[in-house]
């Protein structure tokens, strides 16, 4: 197949979907926020927002790219190979728009069973393993690649690596798709990887470096997050960091300077060119994680996170969140049910929960961010329903941006 059957750079139809997209995803009520210190206040209650929030330019590409596709083969099959972003109304409006999704699980063969060369294939901002992009290249189908380019720089850093037989720790969740992506890359090129989650278990492997433990139960831990063969004593005696790049940033900070000391540790005055590190969290996720740190300063009574409740990056703003104030992290306006009942999803639990009492009573202030797959829409409607739960008549919002303000 030729590179010029690959879409990486817009289809040429960004005029003809910019209705679409102000249609689907613009918020008049943020927009007006926008303007008005991210602050809007009715009688007891005030909603400030942060001051990052919302879509990335990663993920703004990537639906841009998705509408481009549709209207550039109005008359082909379309197909994704998983959610383009982690929100569940943006994948559902795909949905509708006849862009179906490829089944998650299974051997490559099987998930892309009946594709041919005049179907279209759309890339995830998350970017796909390097195995699945191989076969449809063989397939010879058309592909939009809306790999985002954040994704991209962690790809090169871990190439690097795997040049200089450096083995990839990779701080990230192995069953996600932009972490099996990179982990692809570095099996692509021969490399070997290993990924961890969190602090707890960087600090297994750093005793393993320290201390050369048990190997069996070593990679019985991390069984299902190594590459094939990997050997603990061989492939920690060079070692390059690396992440997901919508992991809690902190934490991956602390988990490369845990490791950088166990290297130093063990060996001495022999550590130099045993350890490298990039950073490779990606600027929006440090952004809008620095906006809730600002946001929680100004001392609010509870924090409102917006974002898909598998969303990696909106589970850390809500880890954030945590630390200081009430924290509920629900997908849109419909999961605040009532002034008692909210349907959150807590953080750490597989399952989103519906739970209640959750709003006060009296004076209130509410701050309220949004991961970075959460359209304006969204983030609008939530606003105008939760000053709606604290009292404001109906046409509130209506009376301050004139009629249709948020749809």
Not at 80 to 105: F, K, Q, S, Y
Not at 121 to 133: H, K, R, T, Y
Not at 148 to 157: A, F, P, Q
Not at 307 to 329: K, M
Request: charged residues 25%; hydrophobic residues 40%.
């Amino acid at each position: 197949m030729g590179e010029g059957r690959i879409y990486r750079k817009g289809l040429g139809r960004r005029e003809e979907i910019l209705p679409a997209l102000e249609e689907d995803y613009r918020s008049r009520l943020v927009e007006w926020l926008g303007a008005h210190d991210r602050r809007i206040a009715h009688g007891e209650t005030t909603i400030q927002l942060a001051r990052e929030f919302g879509f990335c330019y990663g993920v703004d590409r990537a639906v841009e790219y998705a509408y481009e596709t549709r209207e550039k083969f109005p008359d082909r099959r379309i197909f994704i190979t998983g959610e383009i972003i982690h929100n569940p109304w943006v994948n559902e409006r795909l949905r509708r728009m006849g862009i179906e999704r490829l089944p998650a699980d299974g051997p490559i063969e099987r998930r892309l069973a009946g594709i041919g060369e005049e179907d279209v294939v759309v890339i995830p901002a998350f970017g796909i393993e390097q195995s699945e992009l191989d076969e449809l290249r063989r397939i010879g189908a058309i592909l939009v690649d809306t790999t985002c380019g954040s994704v991209l720089n962690v790809w090169k850093s871990v190439a690097r690596y795997a040049a200089e037989g450096i083995t990839s720790i990779i701080h990230g969740k192995a069953d996600h798709e932009e972490t099996r992506a990179t982990c692809s890359q570095v099996a692509a090129r021969g490399g070997a990887y290993l990924v961890v989650r969190d602090m707890e278990q960087a600090e297994r492997v750093a005793r393993m470096i320290e201390e050369d433990g048990d190997r069996d139960a070593f990679l019985d831990f991390f069984s299902g997050a190594c590459s094939p063969g990997f050997d603990p004593a061989r492939d920690l005696q060079r070692i390059g960091l690396a992440n997901q790049t919508t992991m809690l940033s902190s934490e991956s900070l602390a988990i490369a300077g845990r490791l950088r000391r166990s290297i130093e540790a063990r060996y001495a005055g022999e550590a130099r060119g045993r350890f490298a590190s990039f950073e490779t969290i990606c600027s929006a996720t440090q952004d809008r994680q620095d906006a809730v740190i600002e946001l929680l300063e100004a001392g609010p009574g509870l924090l409102i996170v917006i974002g898909g409740f598998n969303s990696s990056n909106t589970g850390h703003l809500v880890e954030i969140g945590l630390e200081s104030v009430p924290t509920f992290h629900v997908e849109g306006a419909a999961d605040l049910i009532s002034a008692r009942w909210i349907r959150h999803k807590p953080f750490g639990d597989a399952d989103p929960v519906v739970e209640g009492p959750w709003l006060p009573d009296g004076a209130l202030k509410i701050g309220l961010t949004a991961g970075a797959s959460t359209p304006n829409r969204e983030i609008g409607l939530a606003i105008e329903r939760l000053l709606s739960l604290r009292g404001a008549p109906a046409g509130f919002i209506e009376s301050i941006l004139g009629p249709g303000a948020v749809s």
